[in-house]
């Protein structure tokens, strides 16, 4: 089958480059539609690949119905991408987008006009173009039911595992991907910000694998370790007045210790008494939020997690 991208982005090109690597006649991807050939984007990745890039505007002269459409766009333009290839009457074997949040309802136009509509959504991030970054990842497939098959078995030819959710969970799976990918981006820069050093990112890249590691072979809860899992308020009082001239670390700080909380109560580590003390620390000092500026709370807590003998 041929494969036409729509879009030349990070997504698009990696996904040209994973199947021009199999050298499968089976997956034969043919080139590009773009709004503007000429872009820099668009150079960059017709010499990545060798793939001719075409205006988006002439796709349905070079579409023909044994190619499937992969549309790598962003995910604010996908529905006027795909009305505006319905209104050209481009008319492929079938038409998927690569967005999470959504499903095949973002193709409503070309679904309206006859074409076989889904989406595949590589649960991976996709920082700049590259072949291999699909093999071992999932991959979130939906569509009308041939082409579903289809979708599936080229998430299986590029290495992915597919997998599907129903469709009015598509937001939640989404922000799923969002917390363990994104957020773990933002939580790598508060910790890289709180750190007393000028590369403050360095030393932590260890430590991240590794809790990674323990996830992967350990699992939830017992991964988790430190002073939450051990009660330990002393300590993490000390973190709260560490961090308290910065914001983000400390807003990031108490947010995350209250989630680890629950993990503590999961791992068994922490009884109901303790969660609560925890809890009382972290919300006495959050900033702006009527916490106790005296500190009083936490000799209270203090007291209380003593009295539990921790
Ligand atoms: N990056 C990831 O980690 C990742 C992972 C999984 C799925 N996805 C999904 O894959 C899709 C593409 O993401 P990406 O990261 O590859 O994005 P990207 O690198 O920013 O590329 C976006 C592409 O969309 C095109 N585009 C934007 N607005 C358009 C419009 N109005 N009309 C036509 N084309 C338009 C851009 O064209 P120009 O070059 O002309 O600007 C560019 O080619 C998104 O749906 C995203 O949710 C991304």
Redesign the pocket.
């Known amino acids: 089958m041929q494969v036409a991208l729509v879009?030349?982005?990070?997504?698009?090109t990696s996904l040209a480059l994973a199947l021009l690597r199999r050298k499968d006649e089976t997956w034969r991807p043919t080139a590009f539609f773009?709004?503007?050939p000429a872009?820099p984007?668009?150079h960059e990745a017709a010499a990545a690949t060798g793939l001719q890039v075409q205006p988006?505007a002439r796709a349905a002269a070079r579409v023909d119905s044994e190619t499937l459409l992969l549309i790598?766009?962003?995910?604010r333009?996908?529905a006027?991408?795909a009305a505006a290839l319905a209104a050209q009457g481009v008319h492929p074997a079938g038409a998927a987008?690569?967005?999470?949040s959504m499903g095949k309802e973002a193709l409503a136009a070309l679904a309206a006009s006859g074409v076989p509509t889904g989406s595949i959504?590589?649960l991976?991030?996709?920082?700049q173009p590259d072949p291999d970054v699909f093999t071992g990842a999932w991959c979130c497939v939906d569509g009308d039911a041939a082409l579903r098959l289809v979708l599936e078995a080229l998430a299986s030819a590029l290495g992915m595992q597919p997998f599907s959710v129903p469709a009015d969970a598509r937001p939640r799976y989404h922000a799923a991907a969002v917390l363990a990918s994104n957020a773990l981006v933002a939580l790598a820069a508060a910790a890289a910000e709180a750190m007393p050093l000028s590369d403050g990112l360095s030393p932590l890249l260890p430590l991240m694998r590794r809790t990674l590691a323990n996830l992967e072979h350990m699992g939830l809860p017992n991964a988790l370790t430190g002073p939450v899992e051990r009660g330990d308020l002393t300590t993490i009082r000390r973190h709260l007045e560490a961090l308290r001239d910065l914001r983000s670390a400390a807003r990031a700080y108490r947010a995350l210790a209250d989630v680890t909380v629950n993990v503590a109560l999961r791992k068994g580590t922490l009884d109901a008494d303790q969660a609560t003390a925890l809890r009382t620390l972290l919300g006495a000092h959050a900033p702006g939020d009527g916490g106790d500026p005296d500190g009083k709370a936490d000799h209270d807590t203090q007291t209380r997690a003593d009295e539990t003998g921790r």
């Open positions: 879009g030349c982005g990070r997504v698009a773009v709004r503007d872009s984007r668009a988006l790598a766009v962003a995910d333009a996908i006027d991408v987008h690569t967005a999470g959504h590589p991976q991030t996709v920082a």
